[in-house]
């Protein structure tokens, strides 16, 4: 049974920066096409970042609402995937997730990112 467990998240002010962490048990990141998902409150969970499978490049696509600004990475080794976030705004407050973005597996429980002055 795969379990995704994301940490990292905690309360920025806006232009602060946070990296976020996604780790797994029963799945091996580097051969999946990984995303990053968020959710506001009242809003629904959009995908804000992927990184395509090591066969397939590694290559990343990003929102436009977060292009330029956050960087999604993955470490093979440690079977971990990242998001560093510069520049946080306030709208990018969420709960976020990681997953995979075909073939999606139990979501975790998310990381708070809250960016406020």
């Known amino acids: 049974q795969v379990q995704l467990v994301e940490s990292g998240g905690g309360l920025v002010q806006p232009g602060g920066s946070l990296r976020l962490s996604c780790a797994a048990s029963g799945v091996i990141f580097s051969t999946r096409l990984m995303g990053w998902y968020r959710q506001a409150p009242g809003k629904q969970r959009e995908l804000v970042a992927r990184i395509s499978s090591v066969v397939s490049g590694g290559h990343t696509i990003y929102a436009d609402s977060v292009k330029g600004r956050f960087v999604i990475s993955r470490d093979n080794a440690k079977n971990t995937v990242y998001l560093q976030m510069n520049s946080l705004k306030p709208e990018d407050t969420a709960v976020y997730y990681c997953?995979?973005?075909?073939?999606?597996?139990?979501w975790g429980q998310g990381t708070q990112v809250t960016v406020s002055s």
């Open positions: 997953n995979a973005v075909v073939g999606s597996f139990a």
